[in-house]
C-alpha cells in the first residue's frame, strides 16, 4: 500500500546508545517530518524538509539530528539517547502548497532506561 | 508563532449521541487551513475533516462536521450519532499556506470515550 513506512516499530534503548529511525515515503512528496508525540503534549515538530536536500529545525530539536537522503527518505538520529526522548515518534509527508494535511507513518515507540 | 489549544483534555458521550470538542488558534494570517486528525488505540493518525479559512462554508464529512468561526478563531468538531469506533484522542492542527512552510502545529489533543 502505498503510503508512510517506519522502521521500526518498538525499541528499547540504554541511556547513551545511539540509532536511527527511517522514514521512508512513496507518495512522491516533497516535504518530510518527523515529530514526537508525548502525553499531554500533544504532537511536536522535531525537524522538517521541505524539499530533498534541505533540513529545518522544529520546535524540539536538541539532541536530534536528521537526514534526507533523497526525495523518498527522512531519517532522525538519536546521538547519545536520554530518558527525557522516550517517546512516540511519527514521521509524515506532504504535498507542497497543496491542502491535503500529512501522510503519517504508523509511528515509533523509543523507550530509554 | 501559531498556537492551537484544546482545553478539553477528555470528554465522554453517549453511543449514538452527538459530542462538540473545542478547538482555538491564535494567528496573524488571513488565509491558512485548519484539520482534525483522530488517533485511535492503534496509533495511527487519521484526518478526520479538513477546512480552508478563506471559505465560509463549514466542512463536513458523513457524521463529522465542524465549526468554524474565523473572527473567533474557533475550530469545534462535531460528531453526530456517535460510534464506539469513534474513541480515540482528537488532534486539532493548523497549517499556514506559506508555500514551503507546511508544518503543522497540533493542540494537545482530546480523549473522547464512547459510553455504550
Known amino acids: 500500500n502505498a503510503g508512510v513506512t517506519q522502521t521500526p516499530k518498538f525499541q528499547v534503548l540504554k541511556t547513551g546508545q545511539s540509532m536511527t529511525l527511517q522514514c521512508a515515503q512513496d507518495?512522491?512528496?516533497?516535504?518530510m517530518y518527523w515529530y514526537r508525540q508525548d502525553p499531554g503534549m500533544g504532537l511536536r515538530l522535531i525537524y522538517y524538509s521541505a524539499s530533498e536536500g534541505t533540513t529545518d529545525k522544529g520546535e524540539v530539536p536538541n539532541g536530534y539530528n536528521v537526514s534526507r537522503l533523497n526525495k523518498r527518505e527522512f531519517s532522525l538520529r538519536l546521538e547519545s539517547a536520554a530518558p527525557s526522548q522516550t517517546s512516540v515518534y511519527f514521521c509524515?509527508?506532504?504535498?507542497?502548497?497543496?491542502?491535503?494535511?500529512?501522510?503519517f507513518g504508523s509511528g515509533t515507540r523509543l523507550t530509554v532506561v | 508563532a501559531q498556537t492551537v489549544t484544546q482545553s478539553q483534555p477528555e470528554m465522554s458521550v453517549q453511543e449514538a449521541e452527538t459530542v462538540t470538542l473545542s478547538c482555538t488558534y491564535d494567528?496573524?494570517?488571513?488565509?491558512?487551513?485548519l484539520f482534525w486528525y483522530k488517533q485511535p488505540p492503534s496509533r495511527q493518525m487519521i484526518l478526520v475533516i479538513r477546512?480552508?479559512?478563506?471559505?465560509?462554508q463549514n466542512a463536513t464529512e458523513n457524521r463529522f462536521s465542524v465549526n468554524f468561526q474565523k473572527a473567533a478563531k474557533s475550530f469545534s468538531l462535531k460528531i453526530s450519532d456517535s460510534q464506539l469506533g469513534d474513541a480515540a484522542m482528537y488532534f486539532c492542527a493548523y497549517r499556514t499556506t506559506n508555500f514551503g512552510n507546511e508544518k503543522l502545529t497540533f493542540g494537545t489533543g482530546t480523549r473522547l470515550t464512547i459510553i455504550p
Open positions: 494567528t496573524s494570517e488571513s488565509d491558512y487551513y
Open positions: 509524515a509527508s506532504s504535498e507542497r502548497g497543496r491542502f491535503y494535511g500529512y501522510t
Open positions: 477546512q480552508e479559512a478563506y471559505k465560509q
Open positions: 507518495m512522491n512528496h516533497n516535504s
